[in-house]
């Protein structure tokens, strides 16, 4: 299939966005940013209110589900799909999350740096950290949000961000990862319990990775940064071994070896103890699949070509490729040396997308048809696709399609989610709106 990367240039999204040969901060002038929009103000501005009009954000349908998701194998034929509104007139919502042992609650992220509580017909804040978040660029902000596994027990929770100017003491837009603790209401996080665990300089303002979880299969902590930014990775990142840019790390945040964290047995060897596998350019969503703990990897492309990679349950070690490759393809002009290296279970290419928004694998039980597949989308194009993996291979991809559109300027697919039934959601950045995929 394809690789992608955004619209007539660039996608903006924390996504990393992919670009033209002279990539996001190197003078691109797109008319159409991918996540963030463009520099100009195109999308959603860095204090807009996503596409929705403004007012307070309003929920209709309902979060989140009853039944616990399943690995029971697929049965009958995907029936017609809808999309129901779940919440809308968020601010940049970019990612949702529910806690362990939840049944109604939703958790939406938004960039500028608020944690929304999604319950039934109500929005509420749980978390504000606007004071201490960069969105000084598109690609700043507040990015993803995982809760730990004994959450019920310990109330504990991480947040990604980009920390404003002094924050902590750091540089305006240097990383950071931080747990955060609820409060004795249920409803209101602890804004005062943060402990950071993690910082890491960035050197451009794009390209600053995204994704936060816990896997199902180790328990660990793990994250996912870009390469550094610029165009074509100048910095090299992905594949230096002494950097943490370029990469996706493996903590045990319950440790504390090494300060805030320590690092378990098993990661990558010959380079910084915390990197789990190299050579990513900005790997803006992964996640697990819940019921064998693979995981799935989306990378946004530079110039032509977005990909999606697989990794089986605790294999890791693998260097994916960037900036020797892009996709199935090589980049480096002076050099293809895949050895090595892991190829991408598919990409695509600019006729397809600008800018992929990895998803997840489907456990639910409203479309059993759908079990096992993995559903992923772009965020430029609004497509949303689907396939199976098992042994090594994909089958049965497909482009799915909706009782609405989610084509054209003003929605962007910044990330989906999925709840503890293993239903699956769509969370529309520009649109400020959170979806629910449905049968009709």
């Known amino acids: 299939m394809y690789f992608g990367i955004l619209v007539a240039c660039c996608s903006t999204l924390a996504l990393g966005a992919a670009c033209s040969s002279d990539d996001r901060g190197d003078g691109d002038t797109s008319t159409s940013g991918g996540m963030g929009g463009t520099t100009s103000g195109g999308g959603a501005t860095n204090s807009g209110t996503g596409g929705s009009a403004g007012g307070e ?18 049965t009958g034929s995907v029936p017609a799909l809808g999309l129901d509104t779940v919440a809308s007139n968020l601010t940049e919502p970019v990612d949702l999350k529910q806690s362990p042992g939840d049944t109604e609650r939703l958790f939406v992220v938004e960039q500028p740096g608020t944690i929304k509580l999604v319950t039934g017909n109500e929005v509420v804040p749980f978390l504000d950290l606007t004071s201490q978040v960069s969105r000084t660029d598109n690609e700043r902000g507040m990015f993803s949000l995982a809760f730990h596994p004994d959450y019920p027990d310990n109330g504990l929770f991480y947040v990604h961000y980009s920390a404003s100017e002094g924050t902590h003491g750091l540089a305006n837009g240097t990383t950071v990862v931080s747990e955060f603790s609820v409060s004795d209401d249920p409803a209101v996080a602890n804004a005062d319990s943060e402990r950071v665990l993690l910082t890491v300089e960035q050197p451009d303002w794009n390209h600053n990775g995204g994704s936060i979880a816990f896997s199902p299969d180790d328990g660990f902590f793990y994250l996912g940064l870009g390469d550094g930014g610029g165009g074509g990775d100048p910095h090299r990142n992905g594949q230096n071994p002494d950097t943490l840019l370029g990469s ?121 048809a759908l079990r096992g597949s993995y559903l992923y989308g772009d965020y430029a194009s609004g497509n949303v696709w689907a396939f199976e993996y098992a042994d090594g291979s994909i089958t049965n991809e497909r482009e799915l399609q909706f009782d609405r559109s989610l084509n054209g300027e003003g929605k962007g697919i910044a990330s989906f989610g999925q709840d503890n039934a293993g239903e699956l959601y769509i969370v529309l950045r520009d649109a400020g709106e959170v979806l629910k995929i449905v049968p009709r």
């Open 248 to 368: 996706i790390l493996r903590l045990d945040v319950d440790g504390r070896e090494a300060g805030e964290y320590s690092v378990p047995a098993g990661n990558m060897a010959g380079g910084l103890p915390e990197i789990w596998d190299k050579g990513l350019r900005n790997p803006w969503r992964f996640s697990f699949d819940r019921c064998n703990g693979d995981l799935y990897i989306g990378d946004v492309g530079q110039n032509d070509y977005e990909e999606i990679n697989v990794e089986p349950a605790g294999s890791g070690s693998r260097n994916y490729g960037w900036n020797v490759r892009e996709g199935q393809h090589c980049y480096a002009a002076n050099s293809c040396d895949s050895e090595g290296m892991t190829e991408p279970v598919l990409d695509y290419g600019r006729g397809d997308g600008q800018s992929v928004t990895g998803g997840y694998v489907y456990r639910g039980s409203a479309i059993p």
């Open 57 to 74: 954000p309003s929920t209709t349908g309902s979060a989140g589900s009853t039944a616990g998701f399943s690995c029971a194998s697929k």
